[in-house]
């Protein structure tokens, strides 16, 4: 007997491409290692013995990907939007992330945003931290300790933002992040890994720019940033960066735009063509944020153009710009913001659909971790296991129209067991 084989029963649902949805009723998914072997109608005689966790009726699709969202912003979700990008940083944003040097604090909020992210969909999360290095490291061992499998940035700013969420100099900046990345290291996480986090342009001077492509070369690190999010902010990287052809390439005259680590853009609102274009031969990831774009009036962005472009892209919760951390939500916010774009702004690009939104949710975001995000052999297993009983009415629903219900209105009453990398946590 192999110790590491275990089996899952129930309607299997997962993409094999943006337009693929493949659905298994009643199949076995066989687990080895933490990796899917094989999905089939009846189980092979040689994983006869082995345990079967049998979730009858149930749904079973991989865990959520949130490729953007910030943890110490998880106090004021539901707050304080009316308004644009950086008037809402300066109002609500600096002044909350500024109470993470205080590590009792810390402790308290991070807690709530570990506990509510371990009770949701997501299994892999791309998330900011603060400028705070002892409070960044506090929230990884917190999510260490849960179990998800996430990228954590300590964030670095140097220029434009308030004293008391400010780093005093390039040199601070780039010392505090060698000093957390040594710390991280020392720690020996086994799903938790460091992520360099340049907030955005305009937070970041030229010189830390240059400090964190030489960090990145060093320690062969994965980085994550904000891009093309919104009008007043685009121009205002132009006004800091006279010598950047596009926003992208402000970050990519530095090395930090995916040509050597992988890299994760959050929103890409206004991405013009040559940015699609730098973003595509260089494998930047978009994590795309509907909710936040509404709420903080950024816009829409063009995903249909990204997928048909063959640009990496996934989903983002963006809390607190997004109000929820459920990328079930996120992926409706997706399908209704590309109608609204579709009709009021460009009908050229057609309007998403739940198989595409489903695919950018799991597949299409989990590739930044790896094989993840699927049920094909060789993928991490990442399962959430859905109860749609609540939501039932008489008549008959298939499978994937279940799935189709779950996206627009379940919740975490629907979520009945969870696995990370194939061990279960919830
Ligand atoms: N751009 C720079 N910082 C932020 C942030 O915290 N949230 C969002 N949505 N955009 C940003
Ligand atoms: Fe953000």
Same mark, same amino acid.
């Given at each position: 007997m192999n110790e590491s084989i275990f089996i899952l029963k129930g309607n299997l649902i997962y993409s094999k491409s943006a337009k693929e949805l493949e659905v298994c009723e009643n199949s076995y998914l066989v687990c080895e290692d933490g990796v899917v072997r094989g999905i089939y109608k009846t189980l092979p005689f040689? @994983? !006869?013995g082995y345990p079967v966790e049998d979730y009858g009726d149930r749904l079973i699709i991989p865990g959520l990907v949130d490729l953007h969202v910030h943890a110490p912003q998880y106090s004021f979700r539901g707050l304080g939007m009316d308004m644009e990008l950086l008037e809402w940083l300066e109002t609500n944003t600096f002044p909350e992330e500024s109470k993470f040097c205080d590590m009792e604090y810390a402790r308290k909020a991070y807690g709530i945003f570990v506990e509510n992210l371990k009770k /949701?969909? %997501? %299994?892999?999360a791309c998330i900011f931290a603060t400028i705070h290095r002892q409070a960044t490291l506090l929230l990884m061992d917190m999510l260490e300790e849960a179990g998800l499998d996430t990228m954590v940035g300590k964030v670095n700013m140097d220029r434009n933002s308030p004293d008391y969420l400010r780093e005093a100099s390039a040199e601070e900046s780039a010392a505090e992040t060698v000093e957390w990345i040594k710390d991280v290291l020392h720690k020996k996480y086994k799903h938790t890994k460091p992520i360099l986090t340049p907030r955005f342009t305009p937070s970041c001077t030229d010189e830390l720019m240059e400090k964190l492509k030489m960090i990145q070369m060093r320690y062969s690190l994965p980085l994550q940033s904000h891009l093309s999010e919104n009008p007043g902010e685009i121009s205002w990287v132009k006004e800091l960066c006279p010598w950047s052809e596009f926003y992208g390439d402000a970050y990519d005259k530095f090395g930090l735009f995916g040509a050597d680590c992988p890299t994760v853009m959050a929103?890409? &609102? @206004? /991405? $013009?063509d040559r940015e699609i274009a730098r973003m595509k031969e260089n494998g930047v990831f978009v994590a795309h944020c509907p909710e936040s774009n509404m709420n903080i009036a950024s816009g829409v962005a063009p995903v249909r153009k990204f997928l048909d472009e063959g640009v990496h892209v996934g989903m983002g /919760? $963006? &809390?607190? !710009? !997004? /109000? %929820?951390?459920s990328i079930f939500t996120a992926m409706a916010h997706a399908i209704q913001a590309s109608k609204l774009r579709w009709r009021l702004q460009d009908e050229s690009l057609k309007p998403l659909t739940v198989e595409e939104a489903f695919f950018m949710a799991t597949k299409g975001g989990g590739e930044f971790f790896g094989k993840v995000g699927s049920f094909e052999p060789g993928y991490e297993l990442d399962a959430v296991v859905l109860d749609d009983t609540r939501l039932k009415h008489p008549q008959d629903l298939d499978v994937k129209k279940r799935l189709e219900r779950m996206i627009y209105f379940s919740d975490d009453r629907e979520i009945c067991a969870k696995y990370v990398a194939g061990v279960q946590i919830l």
């Open positions: 040689e @994983y !006869g /949701s969909a %997501t %299994t892999r929103h890409c &609102v @206004y /991405s $013009d /919760s $963006d &809390v607190a !710009g !997004g /109000s %929820t951390e």
